[in-house]
């Protein structure tokens, strides 16, 4: 299983304990079942710079977002996938419902989101693009969603790599 001594509790963790990449770049989101859209997008993410921080939604968090089901996984598990790609240099936790304080936090050079989000709709694109940054936006892998996952699990299909 890989280490979570790259999962951060707090941006001030983080920026104790990494040095100031070149290129940092930040993404975030729940995370809460991983597949093959999730992957190309980390892999994309990381392509952008030198290092991808992942801001991870707490368990309370993602259960505000999502509803008193989620998440599946807890955090340090979601974690623990999230770092054992490659792509992934590090994860930052966080407890609010947006990431605009983590973003405000750390600074990155490269905020990416996907690409069912307008420029004008991201969160702490203003701080970013203020510091002198980029937003980027990626598009989706076609037919790979969690909400997929879910309604294929429910109807008893399982999940395909389609």
Do not use: W
Request: charged content about 20%.
């Amino acid at each position: 299983m890989p280490s979570l001594t790259r999962f951060f509790q707090s941006p001030e963790a983080f920026l104790a304990a990494i040095p100031r990449p070149k290129t940092l770049c930040f993404t975030n989101g729940c995370f809460d079942l991983l597949h093959p859209g999730h992957v190309q997008y980390l892999a994309d993410a990381r392509a952008l710079g030198d290092f991808l921080v992942v801001g991870l939604n707490s368990d309370a968090s993602v259960a505000r977002l999502k509803g008193p089901g989620r998440p599946v996984q807890d955090e340090a598990a979601r974690a623990a996938v999230l770092l054992g790609l490659r792509s992934v240099d590090a994860v930052v936790r966080f407890d609010e419902d947006t990431p605009l304080e983590l973003i405000g936090a750390l600074r990155p050079d490269v905020l990416v989101k996907g690409g069912d989000y307008t420029p004008e709709s991201v969160v702490g694109r203003a701080v970013v693009e203020g510091g002198g940054g980029r937003l980027v936006l990626i598009p989706f892998l076609p037919g790979h969603s969690t909400s997929r996952i879910e309604q294929r699990i429910h109807t008893g299909r399982g999940v395909t790599l389609e």
